[in-house]
């Protein structure tokens, strides 16, 4: 498994942009796909965007796809999720995930997490 850790939430106003990054840790960080997921209150987890572990494939969310960009730094074991036009819908906890299980959207089939991140978006 590797470990994940989230920055860069925080607080924006509706139109803007953040970018969120996700540090990882371990050797074997290459092999894993890695995806985007958010949690509102009250909601289950949602699925955002993934990042094959060849990094040639990129799947997004019907509700982010246009607005949201995943990257993968191979060297620096980091990935990005930069998110542009924010609305008051992105408001939520964003978590990294890794997973062995190809591009997948289903937040059972990743084995590792990260903490979170919150990112509100005001109105």
């Known amino acids: 498994q590797v470990q994940l850790v989230e920055s860069g939430g925080g607080l924006m106003q509706a139109g803007g942009s953040l970018r969120l990054s996700c540090a990882a840790s371990g050797r074997t960080f290459g092999l894993y796909n890695v995806g985007w997921f958010r949690q509102a209150p009250g909601k289950e987890r949602e699925f955002v965007a993934v990042?094959?572990?060849?990094?040639?494939?990129?799947i997004y969310a019907d509700s982010v796809r246009g607005r949201f960009t995943i990257s993968r730094d191979r060297v620096k074991n980091m990935v990005y999720l930069q998110m542009n036009s924010l609305t008051p819908e992105d408001t939520a906890v964003y978590y990294c995930?890794?997973?062995?299980?190809?591009?997948?959207?289903?937040?059972?089939?990743?084995?590792?997490w990260g903490q979170g991140t919150q990112v509100t978006v005001s109105s």
């Open positions: 990042n094959s572990r060849s990094g040639l494939t990129t």
């Open positions: 995930a890794a997973s062995t299980r190809w591009c997948t959207n289903n937040p059972d089939e990743y084995d590792s």
